[in-house]
């Protein structure tokens, strides 16, 4: 089976940095696009970064784009989010998600992906 485990999350103050890691399992192959989406309690799910399957394109939420990186390693089937400049706001339960195809789809809509590992915390004061 594919699985998907995050890793990295934390408590930090305001301005601090955190490094999320996604490890995946179960395929040989490489997995298609990848993404790093965030849940906090009372709210909807929101895709914060996605990347494609080579890791040749990159796109983020306007929220984070400056502070936070996406990268991937597919020797490793693992994918990473940097996250720099930490606000109150980006407390969240943290999500990685992954879909086989590399073609078509909504990035940051959760329902194209049909991979999700269990979240990690990260809680910024």
């Known amino acids: 089976h594919v699985q998907l485990v995050e890793s990295g999350g934390g408590s930090v103050q305001a301005g601090g940095s955190l490094r999320l890691s996604c490890a995946g399992s179960?395929?040989?192959?490489?997995?298609?696009?990848m993404g790093w989406f965030r849940q906090a309690p009372g709210k909807e799910r929101e895709g914060v970064a996605v990347i494609s399957s080579t890791g040749s394109t990159t796109l983020y939420a306007d929220s984070v784009k400056g502070r936070f990186t996406i990268s991937r390693d597919n020797a490793k089937n693992t994918m990473y989010l940097q996250m720099n400049s930490l606000k109150p706001e980006d407390t969240a339960m943290y999500y990685c998600?992954?879909?086989?195809?590399?073609?078509?789809?909504?990035?940051?809509?959760?329902?194209?992906?049909?991979?999700w590992g269990q979240g990690t915390q990260v809680t910024v004061s």
């Open positions: 179960g395929y040989t192959d490489n997995m298609g696009r």
């Open positions: 998600a992954a879909r086989r195809s590399w073609l078509g789809g909504m990035w940051f809509r959760p329902s194209e992906y049909e991979y």
